[in-house]
């Protein structure tokens, strides 16, 4: 069985400052995919960032990067230069070698990012 | 269009009425999915279609009674719901390769509320 742990109910960030979101996994898979959502107060899921198991590098997006410790099995995800706009639900996901994609969430961070 | 279209985006009913949910992806995936997101809890997959063949559900009850006609369309038909399935239902999609992993794309979702 898998798991994703988010330890921060909530985090507070000034606005252009760096902030870390936490995530660690449990799953017995040797392959697997680690995904991170961001969903703001209207309810859609948007797909920020995506880190393959076999994946050397850390993955990146624009101002969202993940923090791939496979070791340590976490996956943290790190936003650079908050904007007031980043101020939402994160939640980390991970898909298993299931054959098709069955998504395991975390129970979120809430991120309020002040001017 | 584009995306992941949910309607409707609120539905309040009745505990003995029957209603159906709608979801459309205009994206070209093969996998359709729908997810229950309630209060304070990790969202819960409930359903994946992968080529318009159901190939898991995770446990739901019979009151709850998915459909996919085919790769763009998933309905998911409601009847005698409880006060607890009241929650944000969040439908996704994603194209499935056999080992690699893809990011799933959500709708906005149909709020629900049961009276």
């Known amino acids: 069985a898998q798991k994703i742990t988010q330890t921060q109910p909530g985090m507070f960030v000034q606005e252009k400052e760096a902030v870390t979101l936490d995530c660690t996994y449990d799953t017995s898979d040797q392959s697997y995919g680690l995904f991170w959502y961001k969903q703001p107060s209207s309810g859609e899921m948007i797909f920020l960032i995506y880190?393959?198991?076999?994946?050397?590098q850390n993955a990146t997006e624009g101002r969202y990067s993940l923090n791939f410790q496979k070791a340590r099995k976490s996956a943290n995800l790190v936003i650079s230069a908050s904007q007031l706009g980043d101020s939402a639900m994160y939640f980390c996901?991970?898909?298993?070698?299931?054959?098709?994609?069955?998504?395991?969430f975390g129970t979120g961070t809430r991120l309020l990012v002040s001017p | 269009e584009t995306g992941v279209t949910q309607t409707p985006r609120h539905l309040v009913m009745g505990m003995t009425n029957k209603k159906s949910l709608k979801c459309e992806q205009h994206?070209?995936?093969?996998?359709m999915y729908w997810y229950k997101q309630s209060a304070k809890k990790p969202l819960e997959l409930m359903f994946v279609y992968s080529l318009e063949e159901r190939v898991e559900n995770n446990s739901v009850p019979s009151r709850f009674s998915p459909e996919c006609p085919n790769s763009s369309h998933l309905f998911l038909h409601l009847h005698t719901l409880q006060p607890e399935d009241s929650a944000l239902y969040l439908c996704?999609?994603?194209?499935?390769?056999?080992?690699?992993?893809?990011?799933?794309?959500f709708g906005d979702g149909t709020r629900l509320s049961i009276l």
């Open positions: 880190q393959g198991s076999y994946d050397e």
């Open positions: 996704a999609s994603s194209q499935e390769y056999r080992g690699v992993y893809q990011p799933q794309h």
């Open positions: 996901a991970m898909a298993g070698n299931t054959g098709f994609q069955k998504l395991v």
């Open positions: 994206l070209g995936h093969n996998a």
